[in-house]
């Protein structure tokens, strides 16, 4: 699970755009190459924090130790140290428990409901927002495997301040058949921009980057930049490249060949909201924040989240082949014994048949040869031959009788 706090690099602010189309009703062609003000101020604003190094953007960030007030899982007890960290150029440090890495002992639940699950108490900082910048104020959340990476501006779900937000989690297993049943990869030949296991959305995010840098000369600064590469600026040049590629990429023009992956685990997810705390629960809160929290303004800051398994069993979907060769071949024998009334037996005494045709031909063929051998000619050696026959003697020249 990944957290990632609603931060200075929120989403976009639309209360400006709304009053002006409130005021005036502009055509459609009003909006052909213009760009809100908010979303220039967003995008000036993204260039300018993904230009930093990495080290001082995390600086700038919420810390775990800041956000994480309270950690259980399977009821025992956690802390920021159990959380791996990683940057997102929308919700900057973004946190990240049970995450696949080389000493790793994956954490497992003994049982489902929300006692054997993950449990988390929140402090979100709201006087650190910056103002026109971030219009919402929260955690985003995101459910994944733990050797795939999250992307939160496209998955995921917001908890809200002062609620506690429930996530009950339904696993399916999805196998799909690659080769000959279908284009499904495992992620052989696709370089990959961010690290993990193979997914659609990397794929993706991973050809939209390099169609940037290759049309435009600078990389997209809401996703990772490929090495020995810029950022884009504000300028206008680069937004309207940018922009170029984007339209390019929708419409089909720019190829992306990003199959499914041959695996996959979906968390479907049941979210559920109540407030929080409860009015007899503030006086215990607040002895466990130790005086961090102002006790008329903590709802402000403090959110709760449980995230846990609904049931311990889960769906599979495979993909299995509709019609195999072994199939083909018995509807095949199956067709044939219908219409022909051929069957395996029939088949070899047919074999037999010919074989014995075959016999009693090259038989004939080797009779017939003898015969022209009685048959030959025996050619005289003098003209005059002497038959005697008892009464008499001729000499006369005669054809041979036999």
């Known amino acids: 699970m990944t957290l990632q706090p609603t931060r200075t690099e ?84 973004c946190f990240t428990f049970n995450r696949a890495h080389d000493d790793w002992t994956p954490q497992s639940s003994s049982s489902a409901g929300p006692l054997h699950g993950l449990s988390l108490i929140l402090y979100i900082e709201q006087e650190e927002y910056i103002p026109q910048i971030s219009e919402k104020a929260g955690a985003r959340v995101v459910v994944h495997s733990p050797n795939r990476w999250p992307f939160p501006e496209f998955e995921g779900f917001d908890a809200p301040p002062g609620f506690l937000t429930s996530a009950g989690l339904r696993l399916t297993s999805i196998t799909r058949l690659g080769g000959l049943y279908g284009d499904c990869t495992e992620g052989e030949g696709h370089d990959l921009l961010y690290p993990g296991a193979y997914t659609q959305t990397n794929c993706l995010v991973t050809c939209h980057q390099h169609h940037m840098v290759s049309v435009c000369g600078c990389a997209d600064a809401s996703l990772l930049a490929p090495v020995n590469t810029t950022y884009c600026g504000s300028n206008s040049t680069q937004v309207e490249c940018e922009n170029k590629v984007k339209q390019e990429l929708a419409r089909g023009l720019l190829p992306c060949s990003c199959p499914a992956s041959c695996s996959d685990n979906v968390y479907g997810k049941a979210i559920g909201l109540a407030e929080w705390p409860a009015d007899s629960y503030v006086p215990s809160l607040l002895s466990k924040l130790q005086g961090k929290a102002d006790p008329d303004t903590f709802r402000r800051n403090l959110l709760k989240l449980n995230i846990y398994y609904e049931a311990l069993n889960y769906k599979e979907i495979s993909e299995s082949p509709e019609y ?79």
């Open 324 to 402: 195999e060769v072994a199939s083909l071949l018995g509807d095949l024998g199956g067709q044939l014994g219908l219409w022909v009334g051929m069957s395996l037996l029939s088949v070899m005494e047919t074999i037999e048949l010919f074989a014995d045709l075959l016999l009693i031909f090259f038989k004939k063929c080797s009779s017939a040869d003898v015969k022209s051998l009685k048959k030959t000619d025996v050619a005289p050696d003098e003209k005059n031959v002497v038959y005697v026959n008892h009464a008499f003697t001729a000499k006369e020249e005669m054809p041979v009788i036999t």
């Open 10 to 93: 929120a989403t976009t602010t639309t209360a400006e755009a709304t009053t002006t189309t409130e005021a005036t009703t502009p055509n459609a062609e009003d909006y052909e190459g213009q760009q809100s003000e908010d979303f220039t101020t967003i995008n000036t604003f993204t260039s300018l924090i993904a230009k930093m190094d990495s080290s001082t953007r995390q600086a700038i960030g919420h810390q775990a130790r800041d956000l994480i007030e309270e950690c259980q899982f399977d009821g025992k007890t956690c802390s920021s140290k159990n959380f791996s960290v990683f940057l997102d150029s929308t919700y900057g440090n």
